[in-house]
């Protein structure tokens, strides 16, 4: 058997498609332009790459965006003086400051600043608990991307065993969340797992973000299984360049899924998508505009 092929990027062209047509709605009916700023601190060459498609699809579907590059030796309370001011700035619907952030400034600290109403990366703990209590979050980005693959390629997820490995609080913990919010039977496996490929060799969805190169062996995989990899490794390929592989052996694991998202061209698309996606729900929210259909959990 060889697995039908996700594509993500085709995906995430759709979406951006539908955020594009309802900002030129809330535009013309409401006079309102969604906004997301981004704050990018320190030199981070990949993070680079990221803040700057970011910023260019803002632009494509008709929104504003704002950068704010900091140094990376910036102190934490000038960061914490720029979010106050995207805070109050009424232009401004999305708030995005790119992780990780130097080890001199408390992660947690900027995350708690930033009004929940304008977390569009759905990591403030407001939005953590109301994703967990089922009400209506901002939801992460990246986790959003999968479920919405998820759903498209298998539609109703309930009573399905999913296996979701890793446990991190931008990825993990509310991919689970949102497994469980589509009535998934729902596991956690991490890196104290025992026998973690029995574990997976149980599940219809396996949802793959442990950050290490390859890790999920294609024999780990029940036949027909749905696989989502979020991992995006930079590796040595031929000679002196790199090339990107996900967190399961690809062409293996394409043996035997009934289905597989590509690294590059899978879950990362999807997350820039669901970016802008999550910066017109916010925007709609804050106006209370009718927001847009399928573009939330
Ligand atoms: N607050 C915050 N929110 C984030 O969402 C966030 C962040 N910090 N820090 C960095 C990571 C990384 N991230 C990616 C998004 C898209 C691709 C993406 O589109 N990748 C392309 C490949 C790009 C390439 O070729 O290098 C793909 O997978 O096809 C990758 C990585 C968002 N992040």
């Known amino acids: 058997m060889t697995a039908t092929i996700i594509d993500g990027k085709a995906f995430a062209g759709r979406i951006r498609a539908q955020v594009a047509q309802h900002v030129a709605r809330i535009k013309s009916d409401h006079g309102v332009t969604p906004g997301?700023?981004?704050?990018?601190?320190?030199?981070?060459?990949?993070?680079?790459?990221?803040?700057r498609s970011k910023g260019k699809q803002t632009g494509e579907a008709g929104m504003a965006s704002f950068e704010h590059r900091l140094d990376a030796g910036t102190a934490q309370e000038?960061?914490?003086a720029l979010v106050a001011q995207l805070n109050a700035?009424?232009?401004v619907h999305g708030?995005?400051?790119?992780?990780?952030?130097?080890?001199?400034?408390?992660t947690d600290a900027v995350l708690a600043a930033i009004d929940p109403a304008k977390d569009v990366d759905g990591?403030?703990?407001?939005?953590v608990g109301l994703l967990a209590t089922g009400q209506k979050a901002m939801v992460p980005c990246t986790p959003l991307g999968c479920l919405m693959m998820l759903r498209d390629h298998l539609g109703d997820l309930s009573g399905r065993e999913a296996v979701v490995i890793g446990r991190s609080n931008i990825v993990g913990k509310p991919m689970a969340q949102l497994l469980l919010g589509d009535s998934c039977t729902v596991t956690v496996a991490h890196s104290r797992t025992r026998d973690l490929p029995e574990v997976v060799r149980r599940a219809e969805i396996v949802v793959a973000a442990v950050g290490r190169p390859e890790m999920v062996k294609g024999d780990w995989i029940a036949p027909g299984a749905t696989v989502?990899?979020?991992?995006i490794n930079r590796v040595a390929g031929e000679g002196d360049?790199?090339?990107?592989v996900g967190d399961v052996e690809f062409t293996a694991a394409a043996q035997v899924a009934g289905a597989i998202t590509p690294v590059p061209g899978g879950v990362g698309?999807?997350?820039i998508a669901c970016l802008l996606a999550n910066t017109v729900t916010a925007c709609c929210r804050i106006h209370g505009l009718p927001e847009p259909e399928g573009l939330t959990a």
């Open 89 to 91: 700035d009424p232009a």
């Open 95 to 106: 708030i995005l400051v790119q992780l990780p952030l130097p080890d001199h400034i408390e």
């Open 228 to 231: 989502i990899d979020v991992g």
């Open 269 to 271: 698309p999807m997350t």
């Open 36 to 51: 997301l700023a981004v704050v990018l601190v320190g030199e981070d060459p990949a993070s680079q790459v990221y803040v």
């Open 123 to 127: 990591f403030h703990v407001s939005n």
């Open 241 to 244: 360049k790199t090339r990107l």
């Open 78 to 80: 000038d960061l914490l």
